[in-house]
C-alpha cells in the first residue's frame, strides 16, 4: 500500500504549515505512522512518530517545533510545523510502521514538497 503526504508548499522562515496523509483502516488503526524527510543530497530520516495510543516522538532536530497528531476516526496522520527554517526544505514522507517490530508496511508515495525561503 503506498501512503501518500499532502499539503507540503512554500514557507517563510518561522512560518507554519500543517500536512497529512491518510492511511487505509487496517493499516492506521494498530500501528505507528511515521513521518520521514529527504533533502537534496541527503539520505531520508524520521522525523517523528506517533502509536496507535497517541504517543508521539520526535527526531532532536524537530522537537518542540513539530507536532504529530492523529486522527484514527480519519485514518489519518498530520504532522504540525511551527518556525519553519530553511533546513526543513525537503521531501516529507509518511508511513505505517509495524507496532511490535517498527518495520514499515507501507511502499513510498511521491511524497510532498516542503520549501521554507524568504
Known amino acids: 500500500v503506498q501512503l501518500q503526504a499532502s499539503g507540503g508548499g512554500l514557507a517563510q522562515p518561522g512560518g507554519s504549515l500543517t500536512l497529512s496523509c491518510a492511511a487505509p483502516?487496517?493499516?492506521?488503526?494498530?500501528?505507528?505512522m511515521a513521518w520521514y524527510r529527504q533533502a537534496p543530497g541527503k539520505q531520508r530520516e524520521r522525523v517523528g512518530d506517533?502509536?496507535?495510543?497517541?504517543?508521539?516522538n520526535y527526531a532532536a532536530s524537530v522537537k518542540g517545533r513539530f507536532t504529530i497528531s492523529r486522527d484514527n476516526t480519519k485514518n489519518t496522520v498530520y504532522l504540525q510545523m511551527n518556525d519553519l527554517q530553511p533546513e526543513d526544505t525537503a521531501v516529507y514522507y509518511c508511513?505505517?510502521?509495524?507496532?511490535?517490530?517498527?518495520?514499515?508496511?507501507?511502499?513510498w508515495g511521491q511524497g510532498t514538497q516542503l520549501t521554507v525561503s524568504s
Open positions: 508511513n505505517a510502521l509495524d507496532a511490535r517490530s517498527r518495520g514499515i508496511l507501507g511502499s
Open positions: 483502516a487496517n493499516i492506521f488503526r494498530a500501528n505507528v
Open positions: 506517533i502509536t496507535s495510543g497517541g504517543n508521539a
